[in-house]
């Protein structure tokens, strides 16, 4: 039972939340704070929130009539009948409640910005597709650019640091916009079932070539802003190995255009080669921060 448990919090997916967190704490300790207790907490912290978002995500799409057998492919706990849906709930809104007493007692060691913060990360986690259901009102992939970028990332940064950087809120730009495109390729894939289900979102809402346009822009925008980044001194030059990430991007750019022309299969599966390559971006953007503060002790 627990396996069940642990595959329906989808764990393949929790990079979306470590990517930032880990960004968030690596520029803490270029500037010199880093507190390892204090960051195994936000990182569990962080991950708990997103479970329990994944979590109320199946349970709301399946009380909306969004997901069937045959779109819920991530997530079929509900839809094959092999799991309870007010367990699924309850076990989602648990995650919340532990992730917020980790919030709790960091907020009374470094401040209470930290705590707006935590409340708007759940607040976002479960209204995704439940309560307001924004999902639905085509604002999901652009409220994730906030919750799981800047807010994350400067959220991280600021329980290492204890004060407020707007440095640490742009050194989160290319993670915002490679964890929005994971949701725009899932939104993208499911149009046909979205719009059967009645609901929308952005990728039904513009239903057109303009979403790959789309996808295509954030995948470059992440690299146009480590690169603007690093020449206004913000990020330190050794981030420039993320340009090593650069043929994967390029992949990904390969991809969304074959799904433009018809390949079913690639779009299809945009969703979680998206994921992989946020993934291995953010490890290279948090490696190279490590470089650099590897750098700056040796130096």
């Known amino acids: 039972m627990l396996k069940k448990w642990i595959e329906a919090s989808r764990p393949w997916a929790f990079t979306a939340s470590a990517v930032p967190v880990c960004v968030g704490a690596a520029y803490a300790w270029l500037e010199g704070d880093f507190r390892p207790i204090l960051f195994v907490l936000a990182f569990i912290g962080g991950v708990l929130i997103q479970a329990g978002t994944n979590y109320i995500n199946t349970y709301g799409d399946y009380k909306s009539g969004v997901d069937t057998v045959e779109s819920a492919v991530t997530c079929p706990q509900l839809v094959t009948e092999t799991m309870n849906p007010q367990h699924m709930k309850w076990v989602g809104i648990g995650c919340f409640a532990v992730a917020a007493l980790i919030g709790f007692f960091l907020t009374a060691l470094v401040g209470l910005p930290l705590l707006a913060v935590g409340v708007l990360?759940?607040?976002?986690?479960?209204?995704?597709?439940?309560?307001?259901?924004?999902?639905?009102?085509?604002?999901?992939?652009?409220?994730?650019?906030?919750?799981?970028?800047?807010?994350?990332?400067?959220?991280?940064?600021?329980v290492q640091t204890g004060k407020h950087s707007f440095d640490a809120l742009l050194i989160s730009l290319p993670v915002g916009f490679l964890v929005s495109s994971i949701l725009h390729g899932n939104?993208?894939?499911d149009i046909e079932h979205d719009r059967q289900a009645g609901i929308s979102t952005l990728a039904l809402m513009i239903d057109s070539d303009m979403n790959y346009t789309l996808y295509k822009a954030l995948i470059i925008l992440a690299y146009v802003s480590i690169a603007v980044l690093v020449v206004f001194g913000i990020l330190p030059l050794p981030v420039l190995l993320v340009l090593a990430t650069l043929p994967l991007g390029l992949k990904q750019i390969k991809q969304a255009e074959q799904a433009r022309l018809g390949d079913m299969q690639q779009r299809g599966t945009l969703e979680p080669t998206s994921a992989q390559f946020h993934f291995k971006f953010g490890a290279v953007y948090f490696i190279s921060l490590l470089v650099a503060i590897a750098l700056n002790f040796f130096m």
Not at 134 to 146: A, D, N, Q
């Open 187 to 189: 939104d993208i894939r």
């Open 121 to 158: 990360g759940i607040i976002g986690g479960y209204t995704y597709t439940a309560g307001v259901k924004y999902k639905y009102l085509g604002i999901g992939s652009i409220l994730v650019f906030f919750l799981m970028g800047p807010m994350m990332v400067w959220g991280s940064y600021f």
